[in-house]
């Protein structure tokens, strides 16, 4: 898969997975999991990356005696969903017109 189409994919993935509440990286990735496989390293360099983008925030709270960092997703991370679904219905029409000779050959 194309570098640059798996890293949005992923981006995106990541802002539905603290679309409804904020979460931390351990639960992100286990929302994540029934879906797609990711490394930790992965996660936080996507979590950076959406920072540096404004497409969410954190802040730091003490759970269980340690700091851990909650993510919220920004009127710009939601934005970018609503984009994505948009985006997704030409992917789909591109996909379909691809394998469209497949399904005559099945």
Known sequence: MDVQLKRGL???CVLAA???EDSYGYKIIK?????LEMSESTLY???KRLENSAMLTVRTAEHGGRLR???HI???GLKR???????WKEIMSI?????KEDEKND
């Open 10 to 12: 992923l981006d995106v």
């Open 18 to 20: 603290i679309k409804n």
């Open 31 to 35: 929302d994540l999991s029934p879906y």
């Open 45 to 47: 360099t996507i979590l």
């Open 69 to 71: 960092k909650y993510y």
């Open 74 to 76: 920004t009127s710009i």
């Open 81 to 87: 969903i609503k984009e994505f679904k948009e985006e």
């Open 95 to 99: 996909y379909k017109f691809v394998t």
